[in-house]
């Protein structure tokens, strides 16, 4: 099912994405022939408003992060359209995707691996100003130290070494660097999860407070539904490279629809030890995305898969209430 059916009526997405599939070839022989591919993104759509965070989760391999590069072309994709107010990004030249950039951004994972160790930080961040042609030196200067000042950052932090600072301050400068050129949406690839806890709720704070005092609109990819509980407003879940469930927050965390999402939500742990909730084990392992199952492709691990039914026809996305999206067969029967 297509991003713009479930648009909301009276929104204009800020970003849609529509049946995105992203493949890898496997190749093999002596000539290197592809012989079959990794679905990786596998259809997957949805859209994003001005001014909010999706957070997109699921488990590792799921291809939450294949799906955030492709959206903004570090990885190309293999069919689909993403549009960025209205603009598919897909069909781009290099001049388009140069200006599409100015607003789309990314902060990446591990921010000292996306940092240039020869280069103080402050130059880092002022690369992006130098390809684009922004200001002069002296401009861009002065604009690379408010950004560091609306991170929590010092002037003289501009003239250190990646090397000189804790993982904190590295993504609050990954921060700085996405914001240098005024974007309208970034996206946050995991952006704490190599944080200790305490740090972990002072980056989350500031990506709120820079939400609000700037109008960003976020894709939130992460694992820890915690940490996506406390910055999102609408949550995704992906399972085997498509969506599974699309709700607003509080309607997913209260009432999970899928099989998948409650089992997830099952493993989160509870604010008060009185607090009790029964766990639900999955068996088996994740299928590969190289051969995926038939059918609804969590059926091989659900609890209520009906055989004949879920392992032969792949359910759709369907809008059970409002605003909620599931691709199960038997969700009515959770509501």
């Known amino acids: 099912m297509s991003a713009k059916s479930q648009t909301s009526p009276g929104r204009s997405p800020l970003i849609e994405v529509r049946n995105l599939k992203k493949y890898y070839p496997v190749r093999g022989g002596l000539l290197r022939r592809k012989v079959a591919d990794v679905k990786a993104v596998d259809d997957v759509s949805f859209a994003i408003y001005p001014g909010e965070t ?61 940092l240039d160790p020869r280069l103080p930080v402050g130059e880092s961040i002022a690369e992006a100003l130098v390809v684009h042609g922004i200001g002069d030196p002296q401009e861009r200067f002065e604009r690379v130290l408010a950004v560091l000042r609306k991170v929590g950052l010092e002037d003289y932090h501009a003239t250190r070494y990646p090397h000189q600072f804790s993982g904190g301050q590295r993504q609050r400068i990954g921060i700085a660097r996405a914001l240098i050129l005024d974007p309208k949406f970034i996206v946050l690839d995991e952006p704490v999860s190599a944080l200790d806890v305490s740090i ?136």
């Open 54 to 114: 999706l957070g997109l989760v699921g488990e590792s391999g799921c291809g939450k992060t294949t799906v955030s590069k492709t959206m903004l072309r570090l990885e190309e994709a293999t069919a689909g359209h993403i549009f960025f107010e209205g603009e598919d990004v897909l069909a781009a030249d290099a001049a388009g995707m140069k200006n599409l950039r100015r607003n789309m951004q990314i902060v990446f994972q591990d921010p000292y691996s996306s």
């Open 200 to 335: 972990q709720a002072q980056v989350l704070n500031l990506l709120s407070d820079l939400q609000q005092e700037l109008g960003l609109t976020y894709l939130f990819v992460a694992h820890n539904l915690a940490v996506v509980e406390h910055i999102s407003h609408r949550v995704a879940v992906m399972y085997l490279g498509r969506v599974a469930e699309i709700a607003p927050r509080k309607a997913l965390f209260k009432k999970p629809l899928h099989p998948y999402t409650q089992a997830l939500m099952s493993a989160v742990p509870k604010k008060h030890p009185a607090e009790k909730k029964e766990r639900i084990l999955l068996t088996g392992d994740v299928p590969s995305p190289l051969n995926p199952p038939t059918g609804c492709r969590f059926h091989p691990r659900c609890p209520v898969a009906r055989m004949g039914h879920c392992d032969v026809e792949e359910p759709q996305l369907r809008q059970l209430e409002p605003e909620h999206w599931v691709a199960c067969h038997y969700a009515e029967d959770f509501i």
